[in-house]
């Protein structure tokens, strides 16, 4: 009889038992309703009043068992900010988004690459703030909704359009759906006209250059040589960079520029040793950024750029012709490029020394090897089509380079 008693008990302990279990994770299961809502932490605010606040909007079913599953998993480090949620959501979903800090960003990235000349830099800028400040998040959401737009990069209006017209107006939606994007379309290309208009003005304005020389050290009244086609080229430093909506043409700029400065101030000592200004080093810069792609191989040219100026040679690069010419280096050149006694041309007999300024937006490394050349004793150097680099001491020795990289097919 105790015997039974006793297994009586303990089913129902074990009844109990998993009657609980159940429970739990029936409540630890989504509500499963169609609401969607924006919820917002607060900073500092308190867990407890948050679940709390999560019943109240039913997207959760028991605020008790969520305190317990946060308890028990060591999840409450819930982070301020803004989130989107659904009742679709588990209580693991929702509880995971507030820990790792998943909330709805009001910001966007810019991504400028290196060697690009300032004129690309204005349209990618133009272009990025045109879609994704405030007034074309509908444009924003349209496109967001889709799923192979952006893979690809937007670096001005003329690609974003061809990215619309091929993955969204391609796709089978209604003529006043197709209506309504290109309507946006417009609205992102009048921003776009807008922006491209004010940093036009801004890069180009001598108060606010004026500005710039007397708030940083490494920039001086070279920048306003009549002869300069951009004063500010090679000044906006190529970065990934996260800005707010909203923000302005000469805050992108404002940003830029110091993230320039805070790469090269822990060089600052060096530089203002150098005989050269950080103008004329950001110069010989960006020439090494179009000249060698790896490290070791950018602080050998830079070696052999200081040869040549050291010896009161022409640099013969180029990279300077074609932005003298202001051609891509897919145009061609011509023995008039060649010749043209301008003052970024270093193939020219006219000019014996650094071009007038930077050619392009040099990278970390690329400066790093203006400052800190390898030295050597070679005077000429030319890259095959695969951008490796040969050094030769004397013209004769790279014109045998020469035949051999084209014997080999390598050859540009």
């Not at 013969?316 to 202001?326: C, F, L």
């Amino acid at each position: 009889m105790i015997k039974k008693i006793i297994i009586g008990v303990i089913s129902a302990i074990a009844l109990i038992f998993i009657s609980l279990i159940i429970f739990y994770n029936i409540n630890l299961s989504s509500v499963n309703g169609d609401k969607a809502i924006t919820f917002i932490i607060n900073s500092g605010e308190a867990s407890n009043n948050i679940i709390k606040r999560l019943k109240e909007e039913d997207l959760i079913k028991n605020e008790f068992i969520v305190k317990l599953y946060c308890k028990l998993n060591g999840k409450t480090n819930f982070q301020a900010g803004t989130y989107e949620l659904t009742q679709k959501m588990d209580v693991d979903t929702i509880v995971t988004k507030f820990n790792i800090g998943d909330v709805v960003k009001d910001t966007f990235n810019l991504t400028l690459v290196e060697g690009k000349r300032l004129i690309d830099y204005v349209e990618i800028i133009s272009s990025t703030l045109a879609f994704n400040n405030n007034d074309n998040e509908k444009m924003t959401d349209i496109v967001k909704n889709q799923e192979k737009p952006f893979n690809k990069v937007i670096s001005d209006y003329n690609s974003l359009e061809e990215i619309i017209n091929k993955y969204i107006l391609g796709i089978d939606i209604s003529e006043e759906e197709k209506n309504n994007i290109n309507l946006e379309l417009n609205n992102v290309k009048e921003s776009y006209n807008k922006y491209k208009n004010e940093l036009t003005n801004l890069l180009k304005d001598e108060t606010y250059l004026n500005e710039l020389i007397n708030k940083y050290w490494f920039i001086d009244e070279s920048i306003l040589d009549s002869k300069i086609y951009y004063p500010l080229e090679g000044y906006l430093y190529p970065d990934t960079y996260e800005f707010k909506k909203n923000v302005t043409t000469k805050e992108v700029i404002n940003k830029l520029i110091a993230t320039l400065d805070n790469k090269i101030s822990k060089y600052k000592e060096d530089i203002e040793k150098s005989k050269y200004s950080f103008h004329e080093l950001l110069t010989l810069s960006s020439m090494i950024e179009a000249e060698a792609a790896t490290p070791d191989d950018r602080k050998l040219v830079s070696g052999v750029f200081y040869n040549r100026l050291n010896d009161g040679w022409t640099l013969g690069s180029d990279v300077t012709t074609y932005y003298a010419a202001r051609k891509k280096f897919t145009d061609e050149i011509t023995i008039y490029d060649l010749n043209d006694c301008n003052a970024y041309n270093t193939r020219s007999t006219c000019l014996v020394g650094l071009p007038i300024g930077p050619i392009n937006s040099p990278s970390y490394t690329a400066i790093y090897a203006a400052i800190y050349p390898t030295a050597n004793d070679y005077y000429y150097f030319v890259a095959d089509k695969n951008k490796k680099v040969y050094f030769s001491k004397t013209y004769e020795e790279q014109g045998k380079v020469i035949s051999d990289l084209v014997a080999q097919g390598l050859w540009l």
